[in-house]
């Protein structure tokens, strides 16, 4: 795993990409409450921490390649 060095302190870089992942999660729940998506989910919780993993790993695919 690397490290990424910002302004002096070095953080893993799970660490970073978790809160670049947070900005595309809130948006995609906003149009998901927006569009009646939640009344479809059987666990609401659960969908909310898949989403966020997916979104995650979708991040750190793009900017690892």
Known sequence: MMEIELFGLF?????????LAFLPYWLTRWV???????????????????LYVILLGLINTLLSS
């Open 11 to 19: 953080m893993p870089q799970l660490l970073v990409l978790s809160i």
């Open 32 to 50: 998901f409450q927006r569009l009646g998506v939640y009344h479809w989910v059987w666990h609401p919780a659960l969908f909310d921490t898949a």
